[in-house]
């Protein structure tokens, strides 16, 4: 059984930058591929990136391709998401997830093993 935490949400202005973690226990975050997703009030859960076991690969969703950075720490047993560039449309509850393999943006939100309980961003001047 692995525990996932989220911290680090907040308000900021748009075109600024944050940073959200994620901390896993109960088991090595490294038997895991990790994701980030996010839902929007009123919006369907939405894909935000992947990285694989070791960290050397990741994957991203278009809206955020290029303003996001994806990472982890396994000896940490820590997942981080830096945000950049902010908009009021990246306003969301932001869910950390892992699953045993990769899946594609569109297969992974039936895909996770676990969880998170989320942690809330908001953009807004």
């Known amino acids: 059984q692995v525990q996932l935490v989220e911290s680090g949400g907040g308000l900021v202005q748009p075109g600024g930058s944050l940073s959200v973690s994620c901390a896993a226990s109960g088991c090595p975050m490294s038997f895991y591929f990790m994701y980030w997703f996010r839902q929007a009030p009123g919006k369907e859960l939405e894909f935000v990136a992947a990285?694989?076991?070791?960290?050397?690969?990741?994957y991203y969703g278009v809206s955020v391709k290029g303003r996001f950075t994806i990472s982890r720490d396994n000896a940490k047993n820590t997942l981080y998401l830096q945000m950049n560039s902010l908009k009021p449309e990246d306003t969301a509850v932001y869910y950390c997830a892992a699953a045993t393999q990769y899946y594609s943006a569109k297969d992974a939100p039936d895909g996770m093993n676990y969880w998170g309980k989320g942690t809330l961003v908001t953009v807004s001047s």
């Open positions: 990285i694989n076991w070791g960290g050397g690969t990741s």
